[in-house]
């Protein structure tokens, strides 16, 4: 029989670990800072960067090594990404609309760890970092 110390105990242990996974996931689900990309990148340890933008848009400027899966077609062609579904993904678009929704179709698909890019496409324009252009003929990074 438990002491009523011992079942206080276990009530404030659960409820801590309860909080600690809600954080954790909440943690989880919040946007890549644009700083904490980078950083990555440099430390050749980046995620999967999807960018569902039309190609249009993808060839005009692009972060390096993003792959192009535009949204309307990102439902039929998630296979096309060719990572483990427990594999880190920033998806990222113009103002960050495509992308939440790309978002919410990864997940559909059973991949856990689909993040946003925070401020997406125009953020990282207004710092200024780099982009890749391309020329009107289909990249490697674009898939068919």
Known sequence: MRSP???????VLTAFVCMTCVQMAVAADAPVAITTLVQAQRAGEAPLLLDVRHSDEYRDGHIADALNIPVEQLAERYTALGVPRD??????????????????????QGYSHVRLLEGSMNAWRQQRLPLVRESAEPSPQTVP
């Open 5 to 11: 110390r011992q079942t206080w105990r276990s009530i």
């Open 87 to 108: 594999r880190e993904i920033v998806v990222y678009c113009v103002s960050g609309r495509r992308a939440a929704h790309a978002q919410e179709i990864l997940q559909a």
